[in-house]
T-cell receptor
Framework: GAVVSQHPSRVICKSGTSVKIECRSL??????MFWYRQFPKKSLMLMAT?????????EQGVEKDKFLINHASLTLSTLTVTSAHPEDSSFYIC?????????????FGPGTRLTVT | AQKITQTQPGMFVQEKEAVTLDCTYD???????LFWYKQPSSGEMIFLIY??????QNATEGRYSLNFQKARKSANLVISASQLGDSAMYFC?????????????FGKGTTLSVSS
């Protein structure tokens, strides 16, 4: 099946610093990538939808300036948490959708656990 | 308004028994898709099964089947012959059209515990 990777898998950073998380589709081209946030034992909350070559569309309540998303190619999207604070600590999961016509399946990355101290 | 509702925060089942995880949804779209994912403690999201709104037959994938009742807007996941490795969190999701295209909207999840 399709593979999506995320890097890093875990990151600990100090308050006030910025952290970049990469999401790559390894064996397919993804026109659309999604970023989700998940608190412990809670559901995945969609943060933004990223279409290759265009600006990301953010869900209501998600700060665009804090969570910068770049989708520069069909295989890579990045999420940068700027000036991170402890409340940004969470599990961040990306997913990617194939360009295959009629395919709606999303392939999820393994997630990145961010801890801000 | 919540679009995907999973009313069971936790479910317990013994090995080899079948278990049903409930999911109801709300949409005014005629065309939609419903998904079930499994999330073990490692955090990865594992795709289990998909049901399209126009599919007349219930989807099945090995030990997983989806009891799709369109009129009731329910899409319950049935796991037959439970195994210890089935212990995980299970999410029901629906494909939704948003400003950027389509995205998956998730329910709150059900934690399944399988005991021997």
């Amino acid at each position: 099946g399709a593979v999506v990777s995320q890097h890093p898998s875990r990151v600990i950073c100090k308050s006030g610093t910025s952290v970049k998380i990469e999401c790559r589709s390894l064996d397919f081209q993804a026109t659309t990538m999604f970023w989700y946030r998940q608190f412990p034992k809670k559901s995945l909350m969609l943060m933004a939808t990223s279409n290759e070559g265009s600006k990301a569309t953010y869900e209501q309540g998600v700060e665009k300036d804090k969570f910068l998303i770049n989708h520069a190619s069909l295989t890579l999207s990045t999420l940068t948490v700027t000036s991170a604070h402890p409340e940004d600590s969470s599990f961040y999961i990306c997913s990617a959708r194939s360009v295959v016509r009629g395919s709606y399946e999303q392939y999820f990355g393994p997630g990145t656990r961010l801890t801000v101290t | 308004a919540q679009k995907i509702t999973q009313t069971q925060p936790g479910m317990f089942v013994q090995e080899k028994e079948a278990v049903t995880l409930d999911c109801t949804y709300d949409t005014s779209d005629q065309s939609y898709g419903l998904f079930w994912y499994k999330q073990p403690s490692s955090g990865e999201m594992i795709f289990l099964i998909y049901q399209g709104s126009y599919d007349e037959q219930n989807a099945t994938e090995g030990r997983y089947s989806l009891n799709f009742q369109k009129a009731r807007k329910s899409a319950n996941l049935v796991i037959s012959a439970s195994q210890l490795g089935d212990s995980a969190m299970y999410f029901c999701a629906m494909r939704e059209v948003n400003q950027a295209g389509t995205a998956l909207i998730f329910g709150k999840g059900t934690t399944l515990s399988v005991s021997s």
